[in-house]
């Protein structure tokens, strides 16, 4: 059995669970945002969180597999573009998810006292902040872009890291517009 392919497998399989897991987490944000109860927008909270916990997974199988291929093929992460953008992607794509994590569960302690007080009372209409608005898509963003590195191998630092910057340029235009103040609230300036 050649270990190179089946790393190469490995790597490729944790692409599509980390699309598979991206489309569940825009499903159940979608359905969170449309929920007419409390309980039935912390029930969709709960599903996006649970499928986001797969992707500290797939980054670490990015990092695993692609470390042991370029083992293999004795290639410098450092000196080549598209390798140095794919561990920058990681990085950025970790922080980024780390940062959705803190405040996906901090909005799950207010739905969760919403719920307490009645799991039958309709679902508050409550904008994110700009940034937690903003991060899927470029997470997005950055994702594609990496990969459009990974399979045209830029081997120049500067272009393949340019990528990544026009792939967050891409995410940011992409990201949905905020809602009006009149339909919405900020989540910090809700009722205590």
């Not at 399989?13 to 039935?40: C, E, H, N, Y």
């Not at 902040?129 to 899927?136: G, R």
């Amino acid at each position: 059995m050649n270990l190179y392919r089946l790393a190469l497998f490995i790597h490729l399989l944790a692409v599509i669970v980390a699309a598979g897991v991206t489309a569940v987490t825009k499903l159940a944000t979608g359905r969170r945002i449309r929920a007419r109860t409390v309980a039935d927008a912390l029930d969709w909270h709960n599903v996006l969180t649970s499928a986001a916990r797969l992707f500290p997974i797939c980054l670490v199988v990015f990092v695993v597999t692609g470390g042991y291929m370029m083992s293999v093929t004795r290639v410098s992460a450092l000196a080549t573009g598209f390798i140095l953008a794919g561990l920058v992607g990681v990085v950025l794509l970790l922080a980024s998810g780390t940062y959705l994590g803190i405040k996906g569960n901090a909005f799950k302690l207010v739905l969760e006292e919403m719920v307490a007080r009645g799991a039958d009372q309709p679902a508050p209409k409550l904008a994110p902040p700009p940034l937690v608005a903003v991060l899927p898509t470029v997470n997005t963003g950055i994702a594609l872009a990496v990969a459009f590195d990974m399979v045209m191998k830029p081997t120049s630092v500067p272009i393949a890291l340019g990528v990544v910057a026009v792939g967050i340029v891409l995410g940011v235009l992409a990201a949905p517009k905020r809602p009006a103040a009149a339909y919405a609230q900020p989540i910090a300036a809700r009722d205590s």
